[in-house]
């Protein structure tokens, strides 16, 4: 996927001016927040299991190579491969691999973001492979060439007419609105689809090191077609997904349905551990896991350990109002929202993702509904410093910050300077109490009015009073 | 409290919005303070919290001002400020420096002894005699920081609830950022208009006359776009409501006292 989150502000300005996309943002706060917080208040141990949650994540970093060994020797023991992938490129042409090895031409695919980190599609199309997206969302996304803008409701930007036009299109059918047509069309497409599969390839929600299991949650059970019915099952996840005990991951299943979309528990949870037994009713003859790195080890132990606790519920982004404002597509890359905004820089570099970090007015929602307690405003304040750091911040803001820490660091002319922007303002103002247009301050006044000044500074005035005390 | 122990010595963090724009909230907090059993003084070496600086990457800026800053209010038993978000900063000081610097225990010191002006009247003095009275419908916005780095959001709410002829409507989301963020609302200007589009609309849903908040940032950014927009709602930092000084223009409103305060 190409990267655009060095156009973030032109973007944003876009997707602002998008009657479409406003109207499908105008349904995210009924479908999500709402539903968590009535989730979370029927569950008064919920903010203690956050704390659990946070504490075992910090536990399974600590000893993440363990676990994984752990998990790899029982996945090896089942009869499964474990594949370990430092980077994209790597991951990439290990999928593709074992698809060659059994001559695949189409593969079904269960949702996975992390399948979009690597841009597994557009290389299994390069090479011959076709990969068919089973998630109804991201089907509906393929058919019209787009991207996921929600990392568990990928097409949340669209529209019923959106859905209804592109399947007209593709399906060759009499047009419909009603969602009940539409998903029955769906379905009968995605049917034949499944059984025709040489290949199912699933993200995984969590790995547990005690039997070799992976996990999908879905709400539409495509996952469980995805993958048992081709012959061979690939789940492509990344190694922060490791939890130590089916009891743990329990755990973190009930928090993630909670956070994610308000439900006591995700419809299907699918487990997955290794290939068909003998004896067994259906399952893959062949089972891999693609573990994928690309960058996450790196975060282990510095400043941007904690993020690694992310179970990717989404709670971040539904609740951010930058997010709620602009949508997922103007951050430009994969991961959208607070959460995308600390993950991005890391993933293609501070130098392109520059913005993502600074487009938040740092409110902390996302830290107040974050199931594993990630301290979001924190980690993208790192961005922000190492940004600053590097020279890389733009020369208005250097500059500015610059001219500002001079004053401030002097309180003799922090308050002459004070005092003169005090009279200045309040000269521009003259009776109307507020300035309708500030030089260097358009931001401001092509939006709003400037309050002036109501008198001369409190400084003055308290030294005045003070004076005329004694 | 007992009104016969001795007076409190609090030092006033002004903030510097405060400083330039709306100096009579400084002094509704005096005021209060004051109504509180508390002596206040304020010294003169400080300046800014350092918040710009630090959001905006530039550590060492931060780290000065914070020197500066814990040193201004050394020896003062409390530090008291009309802002969540200004005393929020204060407590990030602490983050600021290593274990083995003698300035991480100063700042800690700092932190324990400084609070947002509501906060501080409610959570410490248990302060209940508010001797005002407004007669209008209000609505309160929630500032980010002090909500939810402070714990801000009943305190007001309760000194409210003793100034006498006032009516509090809760609008929808007032939770919810106004889009302020400091140089985040100059830096994405078509986002921060969203979003404080929202928020006066929401507030307006109410029918209150006054908006109020504890910041005031937030305030003049929501000030100034109800101005823009044409609402009749006008917008109060609270201390001016509580401390019964409320016959000053709103914020952003026609100052016919121009040049005569002095």
Known sequence: ????????????????????????????????????????????????????????????????????????????????????????DDARKTILDICQQVDAKTVTKGKSMVSEEINLNEYLEENGVQPIETDLGEYILQLRNDHPSHIIAPAIHLNLEDVSEAFHEHHKKPKSDDPAVLMQEAREELRTKFVNADVGITGANFLVAETGSTIIVTNEGNGDLTQTLPKTHIVITSIEKVVPTLEDMTLFL?????????????????????????????????????????????MVGGELHDMLRCIRCSACMNHCPVYGAVGGHAYGWVYPGPMGSVLTPQMVGIEKAGNLPNASTFCGKCEEVCPVRIPLPKLMRHWRTNEFEKHLSPKAVRWGIAGWGFFAKRPKLYRQMSNTSNWFMRTMAGKKGRINSLPLAGGWTDFRDMPAPSGKTFMQQWQKKQGDKS | MSVNSSPI???????????????????????????????VEVPEAQTCCGQPAFN??????????????????????????????????????????????????????LKKRSFEITSFLVDVLDFDQVLASFDQKVTYHDSCSGLRQLGVKSQPRKLLGKVDGTELAEMPEAETCCGFGGTFCVKYPDISNRMVSNKTGFADETGAQTLLGGDLGCL??????????????EARHVVEVLAGMTDTPAIGEADYDLGKQL
Not at chain 1, 1 to 29: C, T, W
Not at chain 2, 9 to 30: E, I, N
């Open chain 1, 254 to 298: 009930r928090l993630l349905a909670r956070s994610a979309t308000g439900q006591e528990f995700t419809v299907y949870n699918t487990l997955s551990t290794g290939p068909r037994r003998e004896g067994d009713a259906d399952g893959p003859d062949n089972f891999h896991v693609v573990l994928v790195d690309n960058g996450r080890s790196d």
């Open chain 2, 9 to 39: 010595r609090v030092g006033l963090f002004v903030t510097c919005l405060v400083d330039m724009f709306r100096p009579s909230v400084g002094f509704a907090t005096v005021k209060l303070l004051e109504q509180a059993g508390c002596t």
């Open chain 1, 1 to 88: 996927m190409q990267i655009k989150s060095p156009e973030f502000k032109e973007n944003a300005r876009i997707a602002l001016k998008d009657v479409g996309l406003q109207k499908a943002l105008g349904n995210l706060k009924a479908g999500f927040p709402e539903k968590r917080a009535i989730a979370v208040q029927r569950m008064p141990e919920f903010h203690d299991m956050r704390d659990e949650a946070r504490d075992l994540k910090n536990h399974i970093l600590e000893n993440l190579d363990i676990y994984l060994e752990q998990f790899e020797s029982k996945v090896t023991e089942n009869g499964g491969h474990v594949h370990w992938c430092r980077t994209s």
């Open chain 2, 220 to 233: 003049l950014n929501m000030a100034g776009k109800l101005k823009r927009e044409g609402k009749a709602m």
């Open chain 2, 56 to 109: 905006s990457g530039d550590r060492e800026t931060t780290r000065d001002i914070a020197k500066q800053t814990i040193a201004a209010f050394d020896g003062y038993e409390y530090v008291v400020g009309p802002s969540g978000s200004c005393i929020g900063m204060l407590h990030y000081f602490t983050d600021l420096f290593d274990e083995a610097d003698p300035w991480k225990a100063r700042a800690e010191d």
